[in-house]
């Protein structure tokens, strides 16, 4: 079990350029979440996939974000015309069985500087 | 979004019991009381959840008081590993669909030798 893995760990970037993330969920784990965590903050529910459906999404999103899950595994999150307040940390979850009692797996997260 | 309280801070020394509280007055009948931590430079990590009854695991205990307004996480040995911050969160049923985890700030433990 290698757990939720997330590339890069760390990126910056000039505001106005595209950014892409990927995160590698556990093997077989049907739902994947995106979150994002700024400093001192507890992490803010961005939006999440059963298999490759996108179910939900924060109405907080703004348009700029985009997540795909093209074939119900890794997932991708896409943030483009970057912003200096976009700056923070994309965590990404991972979990299997019911919503009830699901427990999320988190990877380490990537750290986005936008200067 | 149903809303949990929890201090901001606490201290503890290493090898005593730590009880983290969590008020959350609001919480229906059937929302399931989830708490999870984060250590310094990760991503959170599943504590412990619960809905009526006392439970335990390898890692904690979590106490629900009777009329669910508040719970309690017991962290039975708190060792220099448990320093983190520690999310107390409901998970809100809308009529047999689950919230999402929605983090508040959480309790920062910090722990002395």
């Known amino acids: 079990d290698t757990g939720v893995s997330q590339d890069p760990r760390h990126k910056i970037t000039k505001r106005g350029q595209n950014v892409t993330f990927r995160c590698d969920p556990i093997s077989e784990h049907n739902r994947l979440y995106w979150y994002r965590q700024t400093l001192g903050q507890g992490p803010e529910f961005l939006t999440y996939?059963?298999?490759?459906?996108?179910?939900?999404k924060s109405r907080l999103l703004s348009d700029r974000f985009s997540a795909e899950r093209p074939k119900g595994s890794f997932s991708t999150l896409e943030i483009q015309r970057t912003e200096q307040g976009d700056s923070a940390m994309y965590l990404c979850a991972s979990s299997l069985g019911d919503r009830v009692n699901e427990k999320l797996f988190f990877g380490s997260g990537t750290q986005l500087s936008v200067l | 979004d149903a809303k949990t309280t929890q201090p901001n801070s606490m201290e503890s020394n290493e090898e005593e019991p730590v009880h983290l509280p969590c008020n959350h007055s609001?919480?229906?009948?059937?929302?399931?009381i989830h708490w999870y931590r984060q250590l310094p430079s990760q991503g959170p990590e599943y504590v412990i959840h619960?809905?009526?009854s006392n439970v335990n695991n390898r890692m904690a205990s979590l106490a629900i008081a009777e009329d669910r307004k508040s719970s309690t996480l017991i962290l039975h040995r708190a060792t220099l590993r448990d320093a983190a911050v520690y999310y107390c969160?409901?998970?809100?049923?809308?009529?047999?669909?689950?919230?999402?985890?929605?983090f508040g700030k959480g309790t920062k433990l910090s722990v002395k030798p």
């Open positions: 609001t919480i229906s009948g059937t929302d399931y």
């Open positions: 996939f059963q298999n490759e459906a996108q179910l939900e």
């Open positions: 619960g809905l009526t």
């Open positions: 969160i409901l998970r809100v049923n809308y009529g047999g669909s689950q919230g999402n985890l929605i």
